[in-house]
């Protein structure tokens, strides 16, 4: 199986996931591959949203955080990009 099939079998192509991928690492402030409440609300005030407290920015990551530990992985992230 090829990658872009893989990833298409997913909900997107490569550059997709590649594009999620850059957006996913502008959140993640820290490097640590989990996007906190905090770094959610930095980076929405970065993008022009300064409204979004951290409790709304928690609010935000527990609707799409499917392991429940109140943390925002690239594939809960990435299934976030997907609903329909």
Request: glycine share 10%; no cysteine; charged share 25%.
């Amino acid at each position: 199986m090829t990658p872009e099939h893989s990833a298409s079998r997913r909900g997107g192509t490569v550059a997709d996931i590649e594009s999620a991928r850059t957006v996913f690492e502008k959140f993640d402030a820290n490097g640590d591959g989990l996007i906190t409440a905090g770094e959610y609300k930095s980076a929405m005030a970065q993008l022009g949203d300064p409204f979004v407290t951290e409790t709304v920015a928690q609010a935000i990551i527990n609707s799409h955080d499917a392991n429940g530990d109140g943390l925002l992985t690239f594939d809960e992230f990435w299934a976030a990009q997907n609903k329909g």
